[in-house]
């Protein structure tokens, strides 16, 4: 099928700060924001034709970060607003009818192949598709004066990212009746497809996959690539837990409820791998332990998913400026077996901490009928974890 990708890049980026430009042109080491979102696509095999929507003053800009690129993009002049845009990159594209398009925000140079990947395969039986993440803070809706209306339930929340995929005949008719309409804003395409009626397939995003906003994610963005690059800061962070049994029925261990002649005491879900994790995760950007952040004492945890403590340890480090390289965990028991369940584990964790599944491990040993654990009265868990963070290391 022909593919075709349209980059935005026409924003001004108020949001950013206009002191050094429009974020886009930014660079990152050696390379603009722009460059390395246009290279995503130029070097992935599905992708034919190229657009680039820009604004109308900013085409010295775009040639120059765009270089040797160029014979691959196709460079069109974009609207007032994001939508229409993307509506003149698709007007521009309908003269070669490609049968599917996907549609990125230059502000979001860290995309993985992996995403991209995902979205063209859920084009083959959707026609709208949306890269997405696990909303993990707790959601507050305020009203007048700045106070708290509600809580927001977020079990169902998803932040959506780009690239969004779409059939192309579909999304073009789509922003065209947008248009038509007169008054219809909307903040992304996905949002546009499902107004027109189209059904909107999710697809799981990547927490690497962020969008340049303000000033601070552009100076963390450019502290990636800094003169330090030669040698980047790698933490590696240990985590050591263990719980005992009482009476109950089943355990839960690394995100996985599995049948067993017993629990595992604690006061939250005594998940012995998810709480190594919370702390090897901590260890990496010195944030304490996991009593810190969720003391016992305190009955909100009683009974809490101790997926919470992993994402709350996995969003302080990325708050730093780190990226979780990779996740290993080892379980330590005589039982229950883990080997069923391993494959279950490692997609929950992978979720959890926005990594690919290829990044985590979760292994199981006996402790040879030795010690508290060889005599089966509890479960401990070992966990390791690196991070990559930016800036130097000490000489």
């Not at 809706?141 to 929340?157: A, F, K, P, Y």
């Not at 697809?203 to 000033?215: C, D, F, P, Q």
């Not at 005491?265 to 332990?289: E, I, K, N, R, Y």
Request: hydrophobic fraction near 45%; aromatic fraction near 4%.
């Amino acid at each position: 099928m022909k593919t075709a990708a349209i980059i935005l890049a026409a924003g001004r980026g108020e949001r950013a700060g206009n002191g050094n430009g429009p974020k886009q042109y930014r660079s990152l080491g050696s390379k603009s924001v722009l460059r390395r979102s246009v290279e995503a696509f130029a070097g992935h095999p599905a992708f034919g034709p190229l657009v680039v929507a820009i604004h109308a003053d900013d085409r010295a800009l775009c040639t120059a970060a765009l270089g040797d690129l160029l014979p691959r993009v196709e460079i069109v002049v974009g609207g007032a607003t994001r939508q229409a845009s993307t509506q003149r990159a698709l007007d521009h594209l309908q003269a070669g009818a490609p049968d599917l398009v996907l549609i990125h925000d230059a502000a979001r140079p860290f995309l993985e192949g992996d995403v991209i990947d995902r979205v063209l395969q859920a084009l083959h039986e959707a026609a709208a598709v949306v890269p997405a993440m696990p909303v993990s803070d707790t959601i507050k809706r305020i009203g007048e004066n700045s106070h708290v209306l509600e809580t927001v339930h977020r079990d169902d929340l998803h932040a959506a990212q780009t690239p969004q995929g779409f059939r192309f005949s579909e999304i073009l008719a789509a922003h065209r009746s947008a248009a038509a309409s007169g008054g219809q804003t909307f903040t992304d395409d996905a949002a546009i497809a499902a107004w027109a009626g189209m059904r909107v397939c999710v697809v799981r995003g990547s927490a690497e996959n962020t969008k340049l906003t303000w000033a601070r994610d552009i100076a963390l963005a450019e502290a990636r690539y800094g003169s330090n690059a030669m040698f980047p800061d790698v933490r590696t962070g240990n985590g050591y837990d263990v719980h005992a049994f009482q009476d109950g029925d089943a355990v839960i261990l690394c995100g996985v409820e599995i049948a067993h002649d017993r629990k595992l005491s604690g006061h939250s879900d005594a998940d012995v791998g998810l709480h190594a994790l919370t702390d090897a995760l901590l260890a990496t950007c010195g944030a304490g332990d996991i009593g810190t952040h969720f003391p016992p004492s305190d009955p909100q945890w009683r009974g809490a998913a101790s997926r919470r403590f992993v994402e709350h340890a996995a969003r302080l480090v990325r708050e730093n400026g780190g990226r979780i390289a990779n996740a290993d965990v080892t379980l330590i028991c005589e039982a229950p077996k883990i080997g069923p369940h391993r494959e279950a584990m490692v997609k929950i964790m992978s979720e959890m901490l926005g990594i690919d599944a290829g990044r985590v491990s979760i292994k199981a040993t006996t402790n040879e009928k030795l010690g508290f654990v060889g005599r089966a009265e509890g479960i401990a868990a070992i966990a390791t974890t690196s991070v990559i963070f930016p800036g130097s290391v000490p000489e």
